[in-house]
């Protein structure tokens, strides 16, 4: 059974620092793909950053490149999202996402693409006060 674990989200001042993570287990981890989706009060869900091939591709929204990593832990089955400078439009409930296809997200004539996700965690609640 797929199972992805989020923690790591709270409240931080415009500016400050969170570091997300996604416990995976239940599937050979270098052989997904793993996104990390939020949702917004009031909005759709958006795809954040995703990383491919154990680690070796990973691409990222406009709205959040240049201020966050997506990093993975092959050993400890984890991957973690680093967000700088936060900012309160980045207040949502972030989701870590599992998928065993090759490309359900990349970068498609210089925009951020992603399909819908196989597994999901339950999410975790990040609020960045102004």
């Known amino acids: 059974e797929v199972q992805l674990v989020e923690d790591g989200g709270g409240l931080v001042q415009a500016g400050g620092s969170l570091r997300l993570s996604c416990k995976v287990s239940?599937?050979?981890?270098?052989?997904?793909?793993i996104g990390w989706f939020r949702q917004a009060p009031g909005k759709g869900r958006e795809g954040v950053s995703c990383?491919?091939?154990?680690?070796?591709?990973?691409y990222y929204a406009g709205s959040v490149k240049g201020r966050f990593t997506i990093s993975s832990d092959d050993a400890k089955n984890t991957v973690y999202l680093q967000m700088r400078n936060l900012k309160p439009e980045d207040t949502a409930v972030y989701y870590c996402?599992?998928?065993?296809?090759?490309?359900?997200?990349?970068?498609?004539?210089?925009?951020?693409?992603?399909?819908?996700?196989?597994?999901w965690g339950q999410g975790t609640q990040v609020t960045v006060s102004s």
């Open positions: 239940g599937f050979t981890f270098e052989h997904y793909t």
């Open positions: 990383i491919r091939e154990g680690g070796g591709r990973t």
């Open positions: 996402a599992a998928d065993h296809r090759s490309d359900p997200c990349g970068y498609y004539s210089g925009s951020y693409y992603y399909h819908e996700f196989g597994s």
